[in-house]
């Protein structure tokens, strides 16, 4: 368990109710320019479909655009994009640009009979039906201020209604976070409310950001652009929806399961289909098909966008064979019968027709970039060579929703190589490569010291190969940290690249580099969520902490602890030696050195936020044996992971 569990507040987005430029931004190059007028001049024709359908069926908006959270502090501006009209600027890409202009769309959109969308609230949608007597929604976006907020806009506008079921059609937290907002726990519990979800969905949520949560939280940070303000210098949505709103991340366990494709339910008299998609986008997934109103509901692995095979702040890299599997079997089994297609994040797809070749286009584009990556990669080619030169045919082109405004060719053709192969390239000077910066040190003597390569690098920067330029600093940056000329040289370079990058969180992740080379790293505003740490397994736990266990601290051979969590009826055991700390759920065997009663809040108290014995014990713990064995145990424990430096030793 760490901080990001939280993943839906890592955006840290400016929500600024007036364009501002980002501090400190350069205006484009000369270079970057004529690379915006260059690939303007490759972009398809824009057209009349995507700004009807991003449009269509317009009920109403909030009139304050500004969603508050109980403390009066804004959580999210449905205006915070309203700049974006009128010709793209210079700084930013003009395919971006023309998607940010559709994406930052927002209010209540009717989409079929009885079918509506909340859109723009969020980084996703809420999708609403109307039942019999009350509101089936699906997805209730990442934090309850929002999913109310846009609740209240549903009731507000069609009438009054109570919410009579909420479909989570995944398990990443922007589909599920905002819960509480529509929904009481009593509720639920009395019946009143079905909560329903596909097969593993609460071990999939609790745990994703688990074990590796330290460094996902940072990495987030990057791609969603943490300490940009939105503006033509700054951030630019996040490719998939505009932003992650802050607020309470909350979660509700499931009342019912889909296990598997074909699986129907009648929920307040609608008839539900639905499609198992586990595996793609996420490990735990299902599309909706809504039968009465011919609706058919992707999730996320079709929407206005290249998704990610590997999302940049890190996850398992993701089945792209299997994800175009899936959309095969939508374009199969759910298109004949749908008039509308909607997804979990942008705008639907209106008519049989449209909606079938968009899908089509969706699935022959991840089936293109898998086949052609392993193609590639059974004649000998590396991720790196694969991803220079494998390139979107012209005809899959031709439907921007397969541009790469989040996902792109580069990184997913490379995440697809991962899949196979890992990250080894077989070439033996990569097997015990000197780590980054004792090959910085001697990359920069070789080519001759800090100004020659200050000097290479202008050079590059001047012809407008940022690539070479960036690659180049980065290198001096880790060898001579405190050198503010590179530095600085090296946020000019990410900073143009961000501009010219055609995806959102490519944009972001340059541009909070070229930020924290300018002016420091910014300190994380993570918080944690008492609803997914309550779903956080035992067990899993006890893994999370094991990793933060370092031997050497703790002076003596071997410790053992009992765990009697009494408000789960469940028993766990802590063994600790000089090598490895070793949790287990049951009474184990042999003698503890110490016993600990209580809730399980507290233990998690002393294991994770390190809090005092004395002051444990004081809430309630209950400490029988040896307290030495256990303060040298938890003397052991490394505190929770803080940010890191990236682009900085």
């Not at 080894?424 to 000197?434: G, I, K, R, S």
């Amino acid at each position: 368990m760490t901080r990001a569990l939280l993943a839906g507040l890592l955006a840290g987005v400016s929500l600024t109710t007036t364009l501002a430029a980002q501090e400190g931004a350069k205006p484009a190059s000369h270079a970057t320019i004529e690379a915006q007028r260059a690939a303007a001049s490759t972009l398809p024709a824009d057209g009349t479909r995507d700004a009807d359908f991003a449009t269509r069926g317009f009920v109403a908006t909030r009139v304050d655009p500004v969603i508050r959270n109980a403390r009066g502090e804004p959580v999210w501006n449905l205006d915070a994009y309203a700049f974006v009209t009128g010709d793209a600027p210079a700084t930013v890409h003009p395919s971006l640009w023309r998607h940010m202009k559709y994406l930052k769309q927002h209010g209540l959109y009717r989409v079929a009979e009885n079918v509506w969308q909340v859109r723009g609230f969020d980084l996703s949608n809420m999708t609403v039906i109307r039942g019999n007597t009350g509101w089936i929604l699906i997805d209730p976006l990442t934090t309850q201020e929002v999913a109310a907020a846009a609740l209240e806009l549903v009731n507000e506008t069609l009438g009054e209604r109570p919410v009579s079921a909420v479909i989570y059609s995944h398990s990443h937290v922007d589909h599920f976070g905002g819960v509480r907002g529509v929904a009481s726990a009593h509720d639920v519990a009395a019946g009143r409310i079905s909560i329903i979800a596909p097969e593993h969905f609460m071990e999939e949520a609790a745990s994703e950001n688990v074990m590796a949560g330290g460094a996902m939280q940072r990495r987030a940070a990057f791609q969603f652009g943490a300490g940009l303000v939105p503006g033509n210098s700054g951030q630019m949505g996040s490719g998939i929806g505009a932003a992650v709103s802050r607020g309470q991340i909350t979660l509700l366990a499931p009342t019912d399961t889909i296990t598997y494709t074909g699986e129907t339910r009648t929920i307040d008299g609608v008839d539900l289909e639905f499609q198992i998609v586990s595996g793609s986008e996420a490990p735990s997934e299902l599309n909706v098909y809504i039968a009465p109103a011919r609706t058919f509901l992707t999730a996320e692995i079709a929407t206005c966008t290249l998704h990610n095979i590997l999302t940049p702040r890190g996850a398992k890299v993701r089945d792209a064979r299997a994800w175009a599997g899936f959309l095969d079997e939508a374009v199969q089994d759910f298109a004949p019968k749908s008039d509308v297609v909607i997804s979990s994040h942008c705008w639907p797809q209106f008519g049989n027709a449209e909606a079938t070749e968009w899908l089509t286009a969706q699935r022959d584009n991840y089936r293109f970039l898998h086949d052609q990556t392993v193609r590639r990669m059974n004649q000998g080619a590396t991720m790196a060579e694969i991803a220079e030169d494998l390139s979107q045919p012209a005809e899959l082109g031709e439907e921007w929703s397969t541009h790469g405004y989040y996902g792109t060719y580069s990184h997913n053709s490379k995440a697809i190589y991962q899949y196979y192969l890992g990250w080894y390239d077989a070439v033996p000077a990569n097997l015990h490569a000197h780590p980054p910066v004792a090959r910085a040190q001697r990359t920069v003597e070789a080519l001759g010291g800090a100004e020659r390569v200050i000097a290479l690098a202008r050079n590059a920067m001047a012809t407008g190969d940022y690539r070479w330029s960036s690659d180049l600093l980065q290198q001096l940056v880790f060898a001579a940290p405190d050198n503010s000329e590179a530095k600085l040289l090296l946020a000019d370079s990410y900073e143009q690249q961000g501009y010219q990058a055609e995806s959102a969180i490519w944009r972001n992740q340059f541009l909070v580099a070229a930020n924290e080379l300018r002016s420091g790293r910014a300190p994380s505003n993570a918080t944690q969520s008492p609803d997914l740490i309550a779903a956080i397994p035992t067990e899993l736990l006890l893994d999370s902490a094991a990793t933060r266990y370092s031997p050497g601290k703790l002076g003596r051979e071997r410790m053992n602890a009992r765990l009697n969590l009494t408000d789960r009826a469940e028993t766990a055991v802590i063994e600790a030696n000089g090598n490895v700390m070793i949790g287990r759920m049951g009474d184990g065997a042999g003698t503890a050195d110490v016993t600990l009663t209580g809730p399980r809040q507290l233990m998690l108290g002393l294991l994770f936020l390190k809090l005092p014995l004395a002051q444990m014990q004081a809430a309630g713990l209950q400490v029988d044996g040896d307290p030495a064995a256990l303060q040298a145990m938890l003397d052991a424990l490394d505190p929770l992971p803080a940010s890191f430096d990236i682009v900085t030793p």
